[in-house]
Each structure stands twice: as C-alpha cells, then as structure tokens.
C-alpha cells in the first residue's frame, strides 16, 4: 500500500516537478558554471607528470583520458564547422558578389574551366563557416584548457572567446578595405599587361589572404592570454624579434597565393606589426599579473598574521 501511494504522489506531482525542473535548469547550470570558474585546480609540478608516465600506470591512463577529451572537443568543433558551412550557403551568393565589388563584379570574371564556379561558391562558403564557427571553436579550446588555469585565467581566456571573433573578423576587413585596394591596382597592371581575371584566382587571392591576415589578427590576442597566465615573458618577445621576422617571412611565403615578392610583402607587413603590437600587449599582460601576484601575496601575509 505505501508504495501504491508513493507511485500515485509521484505521478500527481510530475507535471509541477517537471515545470521546477526546466525553470530551475538554467539557474543550476549557471550557478555549476560559476562555481567551476572559482575553482582552483590541482598544484602538480609538470616535471613530476612526465615522470609518472614512464612509472605510474594511472598517470598515464590519466593521460589517455585527456588525450580523448581532445578529441571529442576537436570533433564537436569540426561538427560546428560543418554546420556554420552548411548554413552560410544560404548567404555565400551574397558575399561572393561583395567580394567581386573591387574588381567591378562578377561580370569582370572569366571563367574557364566548368567546375569553376563551384570551386569558388564552396570555398567562399567554408571562409564564412569558418569565420561564424570561430567563438564555438575557441570555446571549446577553452572548455579543454580550462580544468589546469586558474579561477582569473579561465575568466581571462573566457573574456576572449568572443574578442577571438572580433580580431579574425576585424583581420578580414582589413585585408579588404586595406590591402585590396591598394594591391589590385598594382598587380593588375605591372608591366603594362591586361590581366583577364578569372574567379578561381581571385577568390583563391582574396579568400587566402583574408584568411590568414584574419588568423594573424588573432596573435596579440594569443600572446596576451598567455602572458597573462604566465606562460610567456615579454623580453623573450622583445629580444627575439629577428628571429621572429624570419619565422613571418617563411610563414608569408608559405601562404601567399602567389610567389611574387610584393604579394608576400602585403601579407609580412600587417604580421609584423601585429608582432609588435604583440610584445606591448605582453608587456601589459605581464604586468598586471605581477601586481595580482602581489596583491595576493599581501592578503595572505595580512590573513597569516590576523
């Protein structure tokens, strides 16, 4: 009998247990979010982790478990980017046509191969996808990282999962409202010679180079987090700047469409400005961590001594 009644009560109440329950859904995940964001994670020196792997069988699982936790955010990622690809084919006609306005439209493209257009619809549609998957992706970086940061850290890199968009977006922009107009010209009529424009290596032109220039905008961004967190130091950057314009001329040559030296010049000149961009931004990060630093060593000198 008590459990006849038991059963009657649990099916009065579900339609109000199930109504708490959707309305009290947010508020636990948000409190379970905050309270993952101030939580400090476990101290273990790194040096200690790569000797346990060669003599302790759980660290080593440990490992494999991590190991596994990245490929499950780098597969839910890829799914993303399948559907921000799939959903901007409803708009690409849109962006393919606002792309063509330097050259004067799509009407000034000559296309001689028959796959052609297809070739340059899909590829303008995984620039867009890429460009709308970019917060989902960062997110889940995030989501991956977060467990070994800090409570500040993890805030830190939260607050620039969306910044992450803005600069690769702000990065495309400036490749076309910048650089475009001042290359196209030029390019077009070096040596006196008509160029009879073809779409495939316009889009291939255009989409390469905002792709890049975009993912390099993301670099003071990257060097900021990670010398906020500690794991880069401004003079390393400052003192290093040969080597690093080195490093962009062989990155620019391996992305530049072409193999002419100005085109691989349009892309070195906003790389290595962004790299001293880069090195303020450090210096800046660095900083504020020290007098963080600081400022909790003094409150916990002040609470030993209360």
Partial sequence: MRNFFSGLWRIIT????????????????????????????????????????????????????QVEALRMHLLRAILFLM????????????IIDFLAVPVGGLDKLVAIEVTESIGVFMRVALLSGIALAIP?????????????????????GLIGIPLA??????????TFFVMLPAALPFLNSFMNIKTELRPQSYFSFVTGLMLWIGIAFEFPLVIYVLSAIGLLNPQILAQQWRLAIVIIAIVAAA???????????????PMILLYFVSIGLSYIAYAGRKRNQAEDEKQAEEAGTG
């Fill in 14 to 65: 579900f339609p109000f247990r199930l109504a708490f329950g959707i309305i009290a859904f947010p508020f636990r995940k948000i409190y379970q979010f905050q309270k993952f964001l101030n939580t400090e994670p476990d101290e273990r020196p790194i040096s200690e982790v790569f000797i346990d792997l060669t003599t302790n069988k759980d660290t080593r699982q440990m490992m494999w478990e």
């Fill in 83 to 94: 559907l921000t690809v799939g959903i901007s084919f409803f708009f690409t006609q849109k």
């Fill in 136 to 156: 989902y992706i960062a997110f889940e970086l995030w989501l991956f990282a977060a467990p070994g940061l800090r409570p500040r850290e993890r805030k830190m």
């Fill in 165 to 174: 968009a803005i600069f690769f977006l702000g990065g495309a922009a400036f």
């Fill in 255 to 269: 992305i530049t469409p072409t193999i002419d030296p100005v085109n691989q010049g349009l892309v070195m000149a």
